[in-house]
Each structure stands twice: as structure tokens, then as C-alpha cells.
T-cell receptor
Framework: DGGITQSPKYLFRKEGQNVTLSCEQNLNHDAMYWYRQDPGQGLRLIYYSQIVNDFQKGDIAEGYSVSREKKESFPLTVTSAQKNPTAFYLC?????????????FGEGSRLTVL | QKEVEQNSGPLSVPEGAIASLNCTYSDRVSQSFFWYRQYSGKSPELIMSIYSNGDKEDGRFTAQLNKASQYVSLLIRDSQPSDSATYLCAVISNGFSGGYNKLIFGAGTRLAVHP
């Protein structure tokens, strides 16, 4: 089945540690995105990538980094510079040539800072 | 800041009733509008898209768009307890760096359908 796989589903981090969230898709989509969701708030865009080896900052990129070395993969690193990283992280993809509002989401990764 | 606003709810409706969810947006040039459903603890799922003024129906769901009033709504007929979820309105806004048309999400309206 085609889809987006995020791992891990739950992750605990100590302060000062970097953690990497994995996102893999087999939908052959060009565009991939990382969103953050906090309780009572809408999804906020962290980073997006329209093509391999290229990515752009979203609204809240500070303290995060990404790479796009393969079309299928778009990992997100939450660095120690991110002061409030506890959140639900969602990876999504879309067909670039289509409507960018039609996103397919992974199941999400819930990060908690201890 | 281009925004999408929704009433957070909860909107409580009895089973079998029509649930009406509303959304307003600030970017006058927006052309594309979406409704996502998100069950508690799960990821969002696209349920409707609408691009032209008027109504678009898909099963029990009807999306309504009024660009002049910058208003989009989602009607759910014959509401079921399984419809209980948070419904996110999303709007494409244009003109960001790299020619990317960004999808902006509202905070969502929580719908509770009670038997």
C-alpha cells in the first residue's frame, strides 16, 4: 500500500539533545512537508521541499533542520536550539504539479521533552 | 499575516442532525479551499476540496464557498457519532518565496455528535 511512514511514533528527549524524526513516502510525490501541531492550534509549517536536494524554511524553522537527499525521504532534526520542542510532528507529501492543498499525512510523531 | 479562522467549539449536535462548520479567511486572492478531518491523536485526512463559488457535495458532506464574503463552510448531513472529530479548514495563499503557494490551516473546530 502507498503511504507515508513516520517513525518513531513516540519519542522522549532530554534537554540539550538532538533528535531526528524519520519520514518516508512511497507515493512518488515530489513535494514533502513538516508541520508542527500544538494543542488548540492549527498546523504550522516548519520546512518544505519541492524537489530532491532543495528545501525551504516555513514559518517556524528556527531550531529545526532537514535534508532531502532522496525523493522518498525527508527527515527532520529537532536540535537543542529549539526551546519548546514538545509537540505533535506531522510529515506530509503532495503531487507538486497538482494542487498543493491536497496533502497526504503520515501518522505523526509525538515528541516529549523530559 | 494571512489567516484562517474557525470557532474552536466544541460544536455539539445530536445524531442525525446537520452539523455546520464555518471558516473565514483573510487573503482575498485565495482560490483553493480544503477541509481536513482529524480524529483525536491521529493525523489529518483530506475530506473535501472546493475551488469555485457555490456548493460541492460528496456523500453526506457539502462544502460551500463564498469568495466575496471570504467564507467557506462544511455541512455534514445525518451526523453520526463517528463524525466526532476536529475539522480543519485550510486555504492556499499565494506569493511566498520560491513561487510556493502555502497551505494555511485554521486551528480547527471540534465536533461532537451525541447519540
Amino acid at each position: 500500500d502507498g503511504g507515508i511512514t513516520q517513525s518513531p511514533k513516540y519519542l522522549f528527549r532530554k534537554e540539550g539533545q538532538n533528535v531526528t524524526l524519520s519520514c518516508e513516502q512511497n507515493l512518488n510525490h515530489d513535494a514533502m512537508y513538516w508541520y508542527r501541531q500544538d494543542p488548540g492550534q492549527g498546523l504550522r509549517l516548519i520546512y518544505y521541499s519541492q524537489i530532491v536536494n532543495d528545501f525551504q524554511k516555513g514559518d517556524i524553522a528556527e531550531g529545526y533542520s532537514v535534508s532531502r537527499e532522496k525523493k522518498e525521504s525527508f527527515p527532520l532534526t529537532v536540535t537543542s536550539a529549539q526551546k519548546n520542542p514538545t509537540a505533535f510532528y506531522l510529515c506530509a507529501s503532495s503531487i507538486l504539479s497538482g494542487n498543493t492543498g491536497e496533502l497526504f499525512f503520515g501518522e505523526g510523531s509525538r515528541l516529549t521533552v523530559l | 499575516q494571512k489567516e484562517v479562522e474557525q470557532n474552536s467549539g466544541p460544536l455539539s449536535v445530536p445524531e442525525g442532525a446537520i452539523a455546520s462548520l464555518n471558516c473565514t479567511y483573510s487573503d482575498r486572492v485565495s482560490q483553493s479551499f480544503f477541509w481536513y478531518r482529524q480524529y483525536s491523536g491521529k493525523s489529518p485526512e483530506l475530506i473535501m476540496s472546493i475551488y469555485s463559488n457555490g456548493d460541492k457535495e460528496d456523500g453526506r458532506f457539502t462544502a460551500q464557498l463564498n469568495k466575496a464574503s471570504q467564507y467557506v463552510s462544511l455541512l455534514i448531513r445525518d451526523s453520526q457519532p463517528s463524525d466526532s472529530a476536529t475539522y480543519l479548514c485550510a486555504v492556499i495563499s499565494n506569493g511566498f518565496s520560491g513561487g510556493y503557494n502555502k497551505l494555511i490551516f485554521g486551528a480547527g473546530t471540534r465536533l461532537a455528535v451525541h447519540p
